[in-house]
């Protein structure tokens, strides 16, 4: 079976609590190959805590997480992946390809300028800012240079936490472009994010953390339609108060 037939992302009956405080509880979830997911929660419901589990940087109570069918405590399980972390902060003495090239490193992948200033256009950086070192960057240039890193590396599974964090209209607009264009060429992106209108606007299916729980998994148009929502937006508080 070819790894395009496998599911990136299996979570089953997945726990976890920090002391009293139960974060997530008995979530499970499956990604199809090729697909674009979003999930959504307030801050502090357990989005980031899952994906930490996923990834293996915290493990659960309870519950299994698997990856291209390896379980995710394997570390060759994340061969395949590709994240960036929802408080991206590299070395402010690096410049921008120097970042690049250490972050690919790690994959055993070599450094391409020339792929580096196309990826950095794509999401409407400079490419001469990446002979710049990162601490004359702003916020939003920190932030594409980590998107650039992950799409650089070319795996065919990205989790991407708050991926819009930092970034202007403009470059917004150009990395729903690009993940789209991640999605044709058959990759699967899970990503989380406060802006739902972006989620409703490029998602094949989400999901809805609230109260520990998955309240949902599904479409954006299945969940409007349940909710009676017109906009993703309305749908999701008629949810969460629901939840509450």
Same mark, same amino acid.
């Given at each position: ?26 979530? $499970?979830? %499956?990604?199809?190959? =090729?697909?674009?997911? !979003? /999930? &959504? *929660?307030?801050?502090? #419901?357990?989005?980031?805590? @899952? +994906? ?83 601490? $004359?960057? %702003?916020?939003?240039? =920190?932030?594409?240079? !980590? /998107? &650039? *890193?992950?799409?650089? #590396?070319?795996?065919?599974? @990205? +989790? ?85």
């Amino acid at each position: 079976m070819t790894i395009s037939a496998i599911s990136p992302l299996e979570v089953r009956n997945l726990s976890k609590s920090y002391g009293s405080n139960r974060v997530l509880n008995d979530i $499970s979830l %499956s990604l199809i190959p =090729g697909e674009l997911f !979003g /999930l &959504i *929660g307030l801050n502090g #419901v357990g989005k980031t805590t @899952l +994906i930490k589990n996923i990834l293996d940087l915290t493990r659960p109570d309870k519950g299994e997480v698997s990856l291209f069918g390896e379980s995710c405590t394997h570390a060759a399980s994340r061969r395949n992946i590709s994240y960036l972390p929802e408080k991206f902060q590299p070395s402010r003495y690096l410049r921008g390809n120097e970042y690049l090239s250490l972050a690919l490193s790690y994959f055993g992948k070599s450094f391409n300028a020339e792929a580096a200033k196309e990826v950095a256009a794509a999401v409407d950086l400079d490419p001469k800012a990446l002979e710049n070192k990162v601490g $004359s960057y %702003s916020k939003g240039m =920190g932030q594409k240079l !980590g /998107l &650039i *890193g992950a799409f650089l #590396v070319d795996a065919p599974f @990205l +989790i991407l936490d708050e991926p819009m964090s930092g970034l202007d209209p403009r470059a917004r607009i150009m990395l729903k472009e690009k993940l789209l264009a991640c999605k044709r060429e058959k990759k699967t992106i899970f990503f989380s994010s406060h802006i739902l209108s972006d989620i409703d606007e490029i998602c094949d299916r989400i999901g809805i953390i609230s109260d520990a729980k998955l309240i949902f998994l599904g479409s954006p148009q299945e969940f409007k339609q349940i909710h009676k929502g017109e906009t993703l937006e309305k749908s999701f508080l008629h949810a969460i108060n629901i939840a509450a």
